[in-house]
């Protein structure tokens, strides 16, 4: 999540423009070399910037989810200077050797990313888990109760088609949504629709299981053979026909008699 944040452009807009005015604190002869600008989109680019900043969020993961107060801070979190400085200091040296010569001697700049007041919200996994026990345990007894009830060809295929549209809510809010974002304007609609992307990733194999299960369970609905007795009881079905001697006063090719309800009962 964290390298899908920084291939944003408005992130990596942000820790341009924080990294562009810290240079200029620290090497005023940065302020107006026109190099500079190329450099610092450059080193935002850099792999080791790249992981530091997911380091730095991962830090702020755990501060959110962590249950010890004593590691949460009100701070902002600070990317590794160290390796935002040698970024810089090798996407200059080739077209400025001076002011990469300037920027090694200097202390290591400082990225911070805001992030105070957390809130607490504990470690879900927990709460999670019992959560998805119960609902599986919920959605199998309702569907036994159902087949139970009636396990006809159309019960079967209603509980396939049924699983399968379990997936369209993931489908929709992890593909189709972010693609929407990303024609909308503002910071917001872009992270949001970067990191969509990335936990899509983990949801999408789990909605298509539930489609490929649903299209297992209504084609068996389809091939499964019909049912050959039905009870008379169900309202709606036919009464059954006559299987007993043959009537001596039948005509030849007379179908036999079908027993009617009345006299069934």
């Known amino acids: 999540a964290a390298h899908a944040l920084l291939d944003a452009p408005a992130v990596r807009r942000g820790l341009a423009d924080q990294l562009t005015q810290e240079l ?3 090497v005023p002869g940065a302020v107006h070399d026109p190099r ?8 935002v680019r850099d792999p080791r910037v790249t992981s ?3 380091d730095t969020i991962a830090a702020i993961h755990q501060a959110l989810m962590t249950s010890d107060a004593s590691t949460r801070t009100a701070a902002p979190f600070t990317i590794d200077g160290r390796s935002v400085s040698a970024a810089v200091h090798d996407a200059l040296a080739p077209k400025d050797p001076k002011l990469a010569a ?9 990225v911070k990313i805001k992030a105070a007041d957390l809130p607490h919200l504990h470690d879900p996994r927990s709460t999670a888990d019992v959560v998805t026990v119960l609902a599986v345990a919920a959605a199998l007894l309702l569907v036994t109760a159902s087949l139970l009830m009636h396990h006809d060809r159309r019960t079967i295929s209603r509980v396939g088609r049924r699983t399968a549209f379990l997936a369209v809510t993931p489908l929709v809010v992890f593909v189709a949504f972010p693609r929407v974002l990303a024609h909308a304007s503002g910071d917001a609609p872009q992270i949001a629709a970067a990191l969509l992307r990335v936990y899509g990733n983990r949801v999408l ?3 298509i299981a539930l489609v490929g299960a649903g299209l297992v369970i209504v084609v068996g609905a389809i091939v499964w053979p019909r049912r050959l007795a039905v009870s008379s009881h169900a309202p709606g079905h036919a009464a059954p026909r006559y299987t007993g001697p043959e009537s001596p006063n039948r005509a030849p090719g007379e179908p036999p008699p079908t027993i009617t309800e009345k006299m069934y009962l």
């Open 52 to 54: 530091a900043f997911a």
């Open 24 to 26: 200029d604190r620290r």
């Open 36 to 43: 500079t600008a190329a450099a610092v989109a450059a080193a």
């Open 102 to 110: 300037e920027v090694a001697r200097v202390p290591p700049l400082v």
């Open 205 to 207: 194999p789990s909605a």
